[in-house]
């Protein structure tokens, strides 16, 4: 569904109205494109660390154009603020307000992004404060941007160094249009496991992915991301959606398997037909869920049992098979699909909220066993995303949706399935056990 109102307010007539009124004007976000540059314009590199120097140099062999001071009034691309050696809260004042001095130079849809640590590494309260700070700076710079401006924070794990291949991963994503929906959210470099694709436009080469619920929507929109990424799909969604999953696989060439997740044997069904017609198993993403809304007071034994074994269950039994399989060894990667309702709770969701937020919890236990075999599993969160599901909220509901974010609009399909291809990929190999919001940076809740 296409946000008329945004497509409006970017136009002529419809934009000086806004502007009159006083009225929200999202900007037209810049998406990604095979072969578009990695940014629009020169990149500032901030920070007197030996990881901020590193850092630069990597950039300069990526062949953008990278600044170490800035230059009055030049249109920049994007600030990366390298705070990795932060001891006090005190150090964060010259890096930042350096920081602040360039924001008005910032183009539409630049990027700032920072690299710090997690404060719950530290053995000392003011180092831990100092790096907590990060995550309340970083966050209120990101309410304040515009132009479809985003900032975002990469944790680097005590030990990792800014140009370990997830932290550089990491920020390639960040910087890129892949993240177009993804504001005010950090990812966490837990290793220096991963490594660096040889082609960055096809990071998915040789791979063989499973997406559950294919058939449409976001879905649909996954299997198309990871195709264009260079993977082999293996689709899979319930018989009644036969049809349309056969048209998704054969748009992307690859092969469908009608399944109900929620069968016992729904794990090792999914490994024997990946295996059998393509020899291997390297991906799996959890996009399969339903919904059956209705507020407690009203909630029965089929709607939240329903609920709860689609969302959650179904993907435990699979986990578990996948873990047992000899054919699921080789860096393996599972990606679920979570949701912010989880995260900040939603009216009339109790059950749905409960099985994303249990998606959640079980990707973070999972972790170390992932890890075990040199994988990693992972969650995205979305938070409003134009599907045929939100298009049937009432209209004044919708509205108050897709604004209430620091980027004044939905995302789409798209913006969920380039967040999973990026933590898919072997590139993400050191971030393991993170759940990354899509979600434009919600204004309420968690």
Wanted: glycine share 10%; charged share 20%.
């Amino acid at each position: 569904m296409t946000d008329k109102y945004t497509t409006l307010v970017n136009q002529g007539l419809g934009k000086n109205i806004a502007k009159r009124l006083g009225l929200p004007q999202p900007a037209l976000l810049r998406r990604y494109k095979p072969g578009q540059p990695l940014t629009n314009g020169p990149v500032l590199v901030q920070g007197n660390t030996a990881g901020a120097d590193e850092l630069a140099a990597t950039l300069l062999s990526w062949d953008l154009d990278v600044r170490r001071h800035a230059v009055p009034r030049e249109k920049l691309g994007a600030i990366i603020l390298v705070l990795d050696e932060l001891s006090r809260p005190e150090d964060l004042e010259k890096p930042v307000l350096s920081a602040a001095s360039s924001l008005r130079d910032l183009g539409p849809n630049a990027r700032v992004v920072t690299i710090s640590r997690p404060a719950a590494e530290s053995p000392s309260p003011a180092q831990a404060a100092a790096r907590q700070g990060v995550d309340g700076f970083l966050r209120s710079l990101a309410k304040e941007l515009r132009a479809g401006a985003t900032a975002n924070g990469i944790l680097l794990a005590d030990g990792v160094q800014s140009t370990a291949p997830s932290a550089l991963a990491a920020l390639r994503f960040f910087l890129s249009g892949r993240s177009a929906f993804v504001d005010g959210q950090f990812l966490t470099v837990s290793s220096a496991e991963g490594h660096l694709p040889g082609d960055f436009e096809k990071p998915l080469a040789g791979k063989v992915a499973v997406v559950t619920g294919a058939a449409r929507g976001i879905g649909a929109a996954i299997a198309r991301t990871l195709h264009r990424d260079g993977a082999t799909l293996v689709l899979v969604d319930i018989p009644g959606a036969g049809d349309h999953l056969a048209a998704v696989a054969n748009e992307v060439r690859g092969t469908a398997l009608q399944l109900d997740i929620s069968t016992e044997n729904a794990g090792q069904r999914i490994i024997d037909h990946a295996v059998q017609r393509h020899g291997r198993l390297d991906i799996v993403i959890h996009n399969a869920g339903i919904t059956r809304d209705k507020l407690l007071a009203n909630m029965d034994h089929a709607r939240w049992s329903s609920v709860l074994n689609i969302n959650i269950a179904a993907q435990l039994r699979i986990n578990e098979a996948l873990l047992a399989s000899e054919h699921f060894r080789d860096s393996p990667r599972i990606v679920s699909v979570a949701s912010t309702s989880g995260i900040a709770g939603n009216r009339g969701q109790t059950n749905y909220a409960a099985s994303k937020s249990g998606v959640m919890g079980m990707v973070r236990a999972s972790a170390p066993g992932l890890a075990g075999h040199g994988g990693t599993i992972n969650a995205v969160a979305p938070g409003f995303i134009e599907t045929d599901m939100t298009a049937r909220i009432p209209f004044a509901v919708r509205e108050v949706g897709r604004r209430l974010n620091s980027l004044q609009q939905g995302g789409q399909p798209s913006d969920v399935a380039e967040a999973i291809a990026f933590l898919a990929s072997d590139a993400a190999g050191g971030i393991n056990g993170d759940v990354l919001r899509v979600c434009g940076q919600n204004l309420v809740g968690a």
